[in-house]
């Protein structure tokens, strides 16, 4: 979402900088925003330095913001706190910003200490952006806050599809179901489902579960399968064909301890899969019980 509203403003004529944890230049986002002549900085580096080192980032970019004084900064995180700094040195710095917020989780609450100042920066940005209403609330019980300037919106798809896709056919697999979500275990839960695919009665069931996606838990998983003796599943890992996926698979499965709103799901859908999904995040908003998944 960030990248793609980088590169509206700066079609519009707009001057855009923007500052991302882990610039991958080759990242074709990077590159369309370097072809509208954006500046894409890198703002840290992705590691678990201690916090003196770890925010270390912050003098240089309050040292940008206050030498070019910009008309809007846009904060985008992939929860609903771990940008809510930079907000606050928007505010210190008397600057307009909106936070974006992917994800809220049910087990995630801030501390007492830090609460009624992190609500303070969600009560003064501009506009706070969720993508469920589910991440809408839950974000205002835990910061005791009622968010005037809340919109919920929905993240960008990578599916066209005028129709659903045929049913694909059933070979000697029975049942296949893809798992299509980063391979982090703390949000998706993949544990989870190796845990129940590894109980005898489905084991003796005629499915297989293929795991689309890269992350940091992947050798864990690929171990635990071992381990729980399942021969049923597959790591695929990153693929940006999402048509594909759907033109061989039945279902979408993703057993996600939290969310925000899946596009895993949304793309499942649009191409006329059900999804299998836990009550987290914005899944009810777009699942119908028995229904649609």
Not at 137 to 160: H, I, S
Not at 213 to 219: D, K, L, S
Request: glycine share 6%; hydrophobic share 40%.
């Amino acid at each position: 979402m960030w990248s793609a509203a980088a590169c509206a403003l700066a079609e519009s004529g707009h001057s855009v900088s923007c500052f991302k944890t882990g610039v991958d230049a080759t990242h074709p986002s990077v590159r369309r925003l370097k072809s509208f002549t954006c500046t894409v900085r890198n703002l840290r580096q992705r590691n678990r330095a201690p916090v003196l080192i770890k925010y270390s980032h912050v003098l240089p970019l309050a040292m940008h913001l206050s030498t070019r004084r910009p008309d809007l900064v846009i904060v985008s995180q992939g929860d609903n706190y771990d940008g809510l700094y930079l907000g606050y040195l928007c505010q210190k710095l008397r600057i307009p910003y909106t936070l974006i917020c992917q994800k809220a989780s049910d087990y995630l609450w801030p501390e007492d200490k830090l609460r009624s100042r992190k609500g303070a920066v969600l009560e003064g940005a501009v506009r706070c952006f969720f993508v469920s209403e589910h991440n809408r609330r839950l974000t205002e019980d835990q910061y005791g806050v009622t968010l005037k300037n809340a919109t919920v919106v929905r993240n960008p798809y990578m599916v066209r599809a005028a129709q659903p896709l045929p049913w694909p056919a059933c070979d000697d697999d029975g049942l296949r179901l893809a798992c299509v979500a980063r391979l982090y275990l703390l949000d998706k839960g993949q544990d989870i489902l190796l845990r129940v695919l590894a109980r005898n009665k489905w084991k003796e069931r005629e499915l297989h579960v293929s795991f689309f996606g890269e992350g940091v838990n992947r050798q864990s998983l690929e171990s635990l399968a071992v381990k729980l003796g399942i021969q049923n599943v597959s790591f695929e890992g990153q693929t940006s064909e999402v048509i594909s996926i759907w033109r061989n698979h039945h279902a979408l499965i993703l057993p996600s301890r939290a969310e925000g709103m899946p596009l895993s799901l949304v793309e499942a859908m649009i191409c006329g899969r059900p999804g299998i999904v836990t009550n987290v995040g914005g899944n009810a908003e777009i699942v119908e019980d028995r229904v649609t998944g």
